[in-house]
């Protein structure tokens, strides 16, 4: 996605902490470094600035962020966390507490600039229900800080707080520097940071530790592309105490790489200041923390998340009627669910699941995962795949009741197929009603072996006894049905049956 200047998008919780970052960062560090004064002098400021329209170049459609998709109490928490990261930038850059907030009172049509900025840099992760993490939102508006920085060094609180009106020209400014050319820039100098070759024939301290933990060089390269800050971590302060943090956990060592290539921003969070007390708050919602290799393995954006982030999805697990102990283990088996919007994605899926009939807190603790899933892309269809084929929206409320992981499963790959196997099979319907983890079962490794046997003895066995049962006990299973129709046809029961 690039935009001409100043684009919009979505965001999570970062003001909501209590602690928005930590300016001692090194991936807060600027590229210029000028001495923000309270300078009144007009200056020439490109038009550019102003364009405030975005080309998303994924779709080729040129257009604003609609913004009437995003609700009041996001917007108003959005502004918050765009104050928060200008309070920090302006202080980084040498104001006092009393000036720097002085100058963000001035600037409100500034500050929705930035969050309009932040809507369209991520619109697509907004799309669908996905919320911005603290680094992530910085990620995305402190470049764009530093670019104006550099242009237009003493005389930014000018720019920030004229804004959208251009100052008056007084002398000439260093031209603008496009933002997609500063993006591209920035991963170019961190993939040529990680891949640097020292005076000593020896790649950067911390990528060969990297290496030494099994990481290649490609993964490191690829997170200095979706990442370049993390090109300028250093190893001793950063990469090798979570690293060590991570394997007092219990987190095998052969995890970490991927647990680093999915959320290197783990390496730029204080581990007392705020991973530690994160997890601190998680295991007194129930997290087990028995569990922490394991959960963080699955989804290690958890730690980034902000502790109002994680305490309004509770809040909304309680709500559906889950107790603390059932919270506890949702979190535990499921933590991605974390990053789901409340409002945009959670909510609205509670309330299509209630419409088919279903215990929305019971299926909740079943099958966390598919709250996850879209609306209209993966529930819908699901749901009228079954209707077409008979079934009414109470028992497809019941199928789903009792297997969550139903719509998780693709149309054309999972159910037709099994589908079209289950009419040849001399079931009723209703035994899918019953018994509809049959779509869980593989087609060819499962389904139709079994049935081939069960058909060449001349037996049937419901369902669920078909596939569920272990192979041993199939095979008794069987051997039963077997027996049991020889005594009724006046056979020897006692005869060998040979499977």
């Known amino acids: 996605m690039e935009a001409l200047c100043d684009f919009p998008s979505p965001l999570q919780v970062f003001f909501r902490t209590g602690r928005c970052c930590n300016v001692n960062d090194s991936s807060f560090k600027l590229t210029c470094q000028y001495p923000l004064r309270l300078v009144r002098t007009k200056l020439a400021f490109s038009q550019k600035l102003f364009i405030c ?16 998709l995003v609700s009041p109490a996001l917007l108003a928490a959005e502004k918050e966390e765009a104050k928060a990261v200008l309070m920090l930038f302006l202080k980084k850059q040498g104001l006092s507490h009393t000036p720097a907030a002085r100058t963000i009172n001035k600037s409100e049509l500034f500050i929705d600039h930035l969050v309009d900025r932040l809507h369209s840099v991520h619109k697509s992760r907004y ?9 992530e939102i910085r990620e995305a508006l402190i470049p764009y800080l530093e670019s104006l920085l550099e242009e237009h060094g003493i005389y930014m609180v000018d720019v920030v707080e004229s804004f959208p009106d251009a100052p008056v020209k007084a002398k000439p400014v260093a031209p603008v520097i496009k933002s997609q050319s500063s993006v591209d820039l920035k991963k170019l100098k961190a993939i040529s940071r990680v891949s640097e070759i020292g005076p000593a024939g020896k790649l950067p301290s911390h990528i060969q530790y990297l290496l030494e933990l099994g990481m290649d060089l490609d993964q490191i390269k690829g997170i200095a592309r979706r990442f370049p800050s993390f090109a300028y971590y250093s190893l ?14 219990g987190v095998p060592k052969s995890d970490i790489p991927t647990i680093l290539f999915k959320r290197p921003q783990l390496c730029g969070i204080s581990l007392y200041e705020n991973i530690m007390p994160t997890m601190r708050f998680l295991e007194n919602l129930g997290v087990d923390k028995k569990q922490w290799a394991k959960v963080i393995y699955r989804f290690p954006a958890l730690l980034t998340y902000s502790r109002q982030k994680v305490k309004t999805t509770v809040d909304f697990l309680y709500e559906m009627g889950l107790s603390e102990e059932i919270i506890g283990k949702v979190l535990t088996r499921c933590p991605n669910i974390i990053s789901y919007s409340v409002e945009d994605k959670l909510r609205p899926t509670a309330e299509y699941f209630r419409s088919l009939g279903v215990d929305v807190g019971v299926l909740l603790h079943r099958s966390p995962t598919v709250f996850g899933l879209s609306i209209e892309a993966n529930l819908k269809p699901v749901t009228d795949f079954f ?14 009741s009792r297997y969550g992981a139903l719509y998780t499963f693709s149309l054309t790959e999972n159910l037709m197929p099994k589908w079209e196997f289950f009419l040849t099979m001399d079931y009723p319907k209703s ?33 669920n006894q ?20 020889a005594a009724a046809n ?9 499977l």
Do not use: H, W
């Open 53 to 68: 329209r975005a080309r998303f170049a994924d779709s080729g459609i040129e257009g604003t962020f609609n913004l009437k």
């Open 127 to 135: 799309l669908v229900g996905r919320e911005l993490t603290t680094l």
């Open 236 to 249: 001793e302060g950063k990469i090798k105490p979570t690293v060590e943090f991570l394997l007092d956990l």
């Open 387 to 400: 209707i077409e084929r008979g079934y009414t929206m109470e028992e497809i409320g019941t199928m789903l």
């Open 431 to 463: 035994e899918l009603v019953k018994f509809p983890q049959y779509f869980g079962y593989s087609l060819v490794e499962r389904i139709k072996p079994r049935y081939a046997l069960m058909k060449e003895c001349g037996v049937m066995l419901l369902l």
């Open 466 to 485: 078909l596939l569920s049962l272990s192979a041993s006990n199939f095979d008794k299973a069987l051997k039963k049905k077997i027996e049991r129709m």
């Open 490 to 498: 006046g056979e020897d029961p006692n005869t060998d049956v040979v």
